[in-house]
């Protein structure tokens, strides 16, 4: 059995965060954070779905002073949740949010550099040291204003969203992934401000399962030891997008790491809640299967023997899933085996209306196998869960691609509502499908953006055709 990672203690409003609390449950809302109904009545379905923390996306000052007004109908109506402000390019934003908000999520990305264009930047050791300086000077005065206001801060690292100097200097890397967050890290000890929560996320199981492991590492050769946010960004919908999950956050959970998580699904966000909530009532039973799957582990096949809890199984194949997938997503991410046979208990006679199990059974395999990044059986769709920065109706569109894509074996397609993690993850997929502005989409083939602003109404058709070409020459 693992050993829970013991991490400092964050308070966040009236909840704390690491140390022996239990592990935190959250979501983030679509709606547009200027519309205090619509978020509100958001909020609540989440809240009511059990969600711990809610976060908005706040582009600028405007949303940012609304999330006062979100907050207090919110505590009117009895809801007392913590809420976090996410904020991408403008530091400005974050000291606004900070004012209102019990925790504010920043990019290291962007937060000071500039968005990522993929330009390779050449820098002598004190031109590095200089940027280094920029990014304390927006920093420190934000987290005074916090260290005022009793805020807490997410230190958010996506791997969608690194920002050039950081890919200039250490490449597409794990390394420069926790380098990215370590960087700020290190202003927040400086200057004695420890409600500090940090996530690394990825679309990439693999690369998000490294990563987080490294900067634990990292952090205890530095003496560190703050709260970890869980998730796999962008893990789509369905299916796929819980298997994908449970792969990369059960693979650390089932470690003793992790303080809070989320599922990022690309559907309502109350639906995110329940997955999340299972995976942390699997961390036991996932953590003994594990051990029991490594141990059978015999001609680089792992068999997964659920025979024993499977009389759930039948009833509940989600949760099925994900525990298939949270026990053994490490040993495959690990490539300590890249077969996966899994067993069940025989189907009683009188379950007749219930699907075959050997079909269930080899396509979770599979869909399993494809999450951790080991083989690919069918198209993978990398597409965020939307906020309030999505420029278009993201699950119709998902829909749309989805129907038409659905038998490209093997082929990457990222559908992302925004520019954020856009372009980043675009170097993950074949092609991308990325919002640009209100009712205007780029499509991309791998990072190079090669159709921009196309009209919403015409640019599903629009992508369709370009891999149509593309696959005839």
Known sequence: MSTRRISSVVHVGNIAIGGDNPIRIQSMATTDTN?????VAQAKRIIDAGGELVRF???????????????????ADGYTTPLVADVHFTAHTADVAAQYCEKVRINPGNYVDPGRTFKHLEYTDEEYAEELKKIEAKLVPFLNICKEHHTAIRIGVNHGSLSDRIMSRYGDTPEGIVESCMEFLRICRREHFDDVVISIKASNTVVMVTTVRLLVKTMDQEDMHYPLHLGVTEAGEGEDGRIKSAVGIGALLTEGIGDTIRVSLSEEPECEIPVARKLVDLIPLCTRLRAEAEASIHDDTITLDLSSVSQFSREDWETLQLTAAMAVGALLIDKKATNLVIRLAPMPAAQPNVQSSMFNV???????????????TKTEYISCPGCGRTLYNLQDTIAR????????VGLKIGIMGCIVNGPGEMADADYG????????????????CVEKNIPEEE???????????????
Request: hydrophobic content about 35%; charged content about 30%.
């Open 57 to 75: 996306t706040t582009q600028g000052t405007r949303e940012a002073e609304n999330m006062k007004n979100i907050s207090a109908r919110l505590k």
């Open 459 to 473: 640019a599903v058709d629009r992508l369709l055709q370009l891999i149509a070409e593309d696959r005839k020459n």
């Open 401 to 408: 691609i989805k129907a038409a894509t659905s038998h490209l």
């Open 362 to 376: 080899q396509s979770l395999s599979d869909a399993i196998l494809q999450a951790a990044r080991i083989k690919f």
């Open 35 to 39: 519309d205090t109904e619509g978020s």
């Open 433 to 448: 499908y990325v919002g640009a502005g209100r009712g205007k989409i780029s499509l991309y083939k791998q990072k190079v």
